[in-house]
Nanobody, 124 residues
Framework: QVQLVESGGGLVQAGGSLRLSCALS????????MGWFRQAPGKEREFVAA????????YYADSVKGRFTISRDNAKNTVYLQMNSLKPEDTAVYYC?????????????????WGQGTQVTVSS
């Protein structure tokens, strides 16, 4: 059974940085494309970033491009989201997700496994 566990969330001032981590267990990590999504109060869950199995491809939402960086360490079964220049509108619960399909995707419906989420709060 695949399990995803996020960590690294917290409270930070605007302009600050956080790094989220997500560890996968139960299956071979390198068999999954990995993504980060977020959900703010009263809003739908939205795509943030994704990285392919081989780390050769990454995709970002326009709202985070240039500020966030997704990366993965296949030896540690972990995907990361480095978040810089944080803004109050980045406040949300952040979820990592694993996708077993053969192509990288930003669609929520394509992801097979989800973590429990970690809260990120950016104060102004």
């Amino acid at each position: 059974q695949v399990q995803l566990v996020e960590s690294g969330g917290g409270l930070v001032q605007a302009g600050g940085s956080l790094r989220l981590s997500c560890a996968l267990s139960g299956r071979t990590f390198s068999g999954f494309n990995m993504g980060w999504f977020r959900q703010a109060p009263g809003k739908e869950r939205e795509f943030v970033a994704a990285v392919s199995r081989s780390r050769s491809s990454t995709y970002y939402a326009d709202s985070v491009k240039g500020r966030f960086t997704i990366s993965r360490d296949n030896a540690k079964n972990t995907v990361y989201l480095q978040m810089n220049s944080l803004k109050p509108e980045d406040t949300a619960v952040y979820y990592c997700a694993a996708d077993a399909s053969s192509y990288i995707t930003y669609s929520i419906d394509d992801y097979d496994y989800w973590g429990q989420g970690t809260q990120v709060t950016v104060s102004s």
